[in-house]
């Protein structure tokens, strides 16, 4: 089993339970799925982006991601109906659990000029979303090795329904959100 899984019905639940006034413990917000998703955008005419953005993201989730076709064409982007604009990685379960505490203990340290997470980044749904400018902070990314840079975006989708639940939720997880 996972730390974070360890730590999430150990200390977590009993936590929010007491927070939130839940008497039944299944009630308590949980972690549902995590997705990492790359858009290549302005990379269109590049051929070899999407070998690197497929290989990246297998090396951060160990999970081979799935390419996102356009759904209508865009003459002003110079985007046709069925053109590949990015990957995707869904992560559930255990991957999901060491996903989440590889990123709150290794990689949001990592990333240059950090000074702790907006609380605006949990949204009425509580759901987190967090923007990265370059895929370099995770530690499966060599920077020696590295051919191009690119962003990426990590939505955790949690079960609370309510952007102060969700926010409770991440706060106990570990996530380091700054001071209001």
Not at 95 to 119: C, E, H, N, Q
């Amino acid at each position: 089993m996972s730390r974070l899984k360890k730590k999430y019905q150990q200390e977590v639940v009993p936590a929010l339970q007491q927070a939130l006034g839940l008497d039944n413990r299944l009630a308590v917000p949980r972690l549902i799925k995590v997705t990492v998703n790359v858009g290549i955008g302005k990379s269109l005419k590049d051929p070899k982006i999407g070998e690197v953005v497929t290989s990246t993201l297998e090396r951060i989730t160990a999970q081979k991601p799935v390419p996102t076709k356009a759904k209508q064409s865009i003459s002003n982007f110079k985007v046709r109906q069925g053109q590949i604009v990015g990957y995707v990685v869904t992560l559930r379960g255990e991957r999901m659990y060491d996903f989440v505490d590889k990123l709150i203990s290794i990689t949001l340290p990592r990333v240059r000029d950090f000074r702790g997470l907006d609380p605006k980044t949990v949204d009425q749904q509580g759901n987190l979303n967090l923007g990265f400018k370059e895929h370099m902070a995770f530690p499966e990314i060599q920077a020696d090795e590295v051919e191009k840079i690119h962003g990426l975006q990590v939505t955790i989708t949690s079960s609370p329904g309510s952007r102060e639940a969700g926010f409770e939720l991440f706060r106990l997880l570990g996530f380091p959100f700054r001071q209001q």
